[in-house]
DNA sequence: TAAAATACGACTGTATTAGTCCTGTTTTAT
DNA sequence: ATAAAACAGGACTAATACAGTCGTATTTTA
């Protein structure tokens, strides 16, 4: 199935909720509360984000987040493979070795290489702030 | 995560195979032999194609499948409709009503819904046999 | 009539995603 | 000081979807 995962779509709205709030610091309870979003799943991304550099983070009773960068500037395709376990579409296309039992007699490996391509160019062409 | 199921390369893998062997009937278990596919959930594929009216069949101890369509006439689209559960990328635009909870508050709709419809462009602009 | 093929529903196993829980650290207001 | 409220993060559980198996029936031919 092509499918999104809800972190993705969690990121895509939290970031666009942190920009539009501009310089203050947003919590993860103010997001996580206007979009009924899961509180500690939302935190783990926000976390994940912060250690890509996308947000700060600052500690503390008053704390929350900042964002580091323009969405302007942050290709959806960053977003997808932070969060994201694999970014291929099949399975012998991962960083590690293919254990694909078919792989010695594929027949179809270079045409969905391409059209990895195609779908890689789709997620890095749009930046976040074409979700805004 | 964007990925095909199985269910499309072996589709995909299978149709190929037929059309390459012309007019003669080809057994399932050709196919799955050659591949290292399993042999019955290749079958329940073949089936589907079946229905779908992309394969014709001939039971029988000298039966099997011929094709129907040429590859050029099938869009990769068609066979994914057919094979996958789903085809939309998120929850919310599936058939069926959603039951996304963010839903309501969703700001993140519309731009996913064009990105669906460039996903989609790729998949009916090519044809099976751009996999051969 | 036995063998070999398709037909098909039900079932099981496995992988991934989604969500929860628990404990720790940091900062600030009182 | 210290309690409250925020981030930090690992470990765990639950839900879902995919992948594969099994059993039984039907069809056709040698
Ligand atoms: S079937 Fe072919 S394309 Fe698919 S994972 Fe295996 S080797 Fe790769
Ligand atoms: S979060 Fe928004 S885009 Fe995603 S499924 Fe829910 S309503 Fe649809």
Redo the contacts with the bound molecule.
């Keep these: 199935?092509v499918?999104?995962?809800?972190?993705?779509?969690?990121s895509l709205i939290a970031l666009r909720h942190i920009s539009i709030s501009e310089d203050k610091i947003?919590?993860?309870?103010d997001i996580s509360e206007k979009y009924n979003?899961?509180?500690?799943?939302l935190?783990?991304i926000?976390?994940k984000l912060?250690?890509e550099c996308i947000l700060e983070?600052?500690?503390?009773?008053?704390?929350?987040?900042r964002l580091l960068k323009k969405l302007s500037e942050i290709p959806l395709f960053d977003l997808y493979s932070f969060v994201?376990?694999?970014t291929s579409i099949v399975e012998c296309m991962h960083d590690d070795a293919s254990d694909c039992?078919v792989s010695d007699n594929c027949t179809i490996k270079d045409p969905l290489a391409k059209m990895q391509d195609e779908f890689e160019n789709i997620l890095k062409t749009k930046m976040v702030s074409d979700f805004v």
């Design positions: 199935m499918k999104f995962s809800k972190k993705l779509e969690y947003t919590r993860v309870r979003i899961p509180h500690d799943l935190a783990k926000m976390q912060k250690k983070s600052v500690q503390g009773i008053n704390g929350g987040y994201e376990s694999s039992y």
